[in-house]
């Protein structure tokens, strides 16, 4: 019987393994690799590292979310863009408190049909996600077990998208109160806050002579 090669499974535990003390926005354990995947466009300066389907199978691949001899077929680009994209709308949304967008919900409820995945215990006993199928569906659910993992370990939720808008950058929030709203506060923390001062310059709430009358 031929034997399948199946991808060496990402799922690390999360709650357990720290980030990198020098990465500020990077995520806990296999999280990590969820941030990195939704990062694989930089949306500021316009980069993608999903160039074409050669480039989305080296990068799952350089990452174990797929084998040696897994191939991806055709539309799984425009596939793994929608999950990417639905993934950073998602963090978004959470992020900002409000509803979560109805269309990355279905983007994404849409593929564990395909995106199958088991219980496997590890040699200490402890049970573990871990995808059934190879090639890009494989790759799913893989990144789909990390992010059930790190819900579980409470870690999920510190997964962010950065408040400016013109940058969207998945980065962790490792602070105490869960309060930061930006990946880097004296780029897009600054640059957001002087947007917002020139706003309120041109929109006033309440004009100054009105205000020195009361």
């Known amino acids: 019987m031929q034997q399948i090669e199946r991808p060496s499974s990402p799922i690390r535990d999360v709650a357990a393994e720290p980030a990198p003390a020098d990465d500020r926005e990077a995520a806990p354990g296999g999280l990590e690799l969820v941030r990195q995947f939704i990062n694989t466009a930089e949306l500021e300066l316009g980069d993608d590292e999903f160039t074409d389907l050669a480039a989305l199978q080296r990068w799952l691949r350089a990452r174990g979310l797929i084998g040696s001899r897994d191939r991806l077929d055709e539309g ?43 219980v496997r215990f590890d040699a200490g006993g402890a049970p573990r996600l871990e995808p059934v199928g190879t090639g890009l569906d494989g790759a799913f659910a893989g990144l789909f077990a990390i992010i059930e993992h790190a819900a579980a370990a409470g870690t999920w939720a510190r997964l962010k998208i950065c408040a400016d808008h013109g940058c969207r ?20 923390g600054n640059r957001s806050k002087a947007r917002e001062y020139r706003r309120r310059q041109r929109n006033p709430e309440t004009p100054q002579s009105a205000a020195t009358a009361t």
């Open 76 to 118: 799984d680009l425009e596939r793994a863009v929608a999950v990417r994209e639905a993934l950073r709308q998602l963090c978004e949304d959470r992020g900002a408190g409000g509803a979560i967008d109805e269309h990355a919900i279905r983007a994404l409820n849409a593929l564990p049909a395909c995106a199958q995945m088991r």
């Open 169 to 188: 950058w998945a980065y962790y929030d490792n602070s105490k109160n869960r309060s930061r709203n930006w990946c880097n506060m004296a780029v897009c």
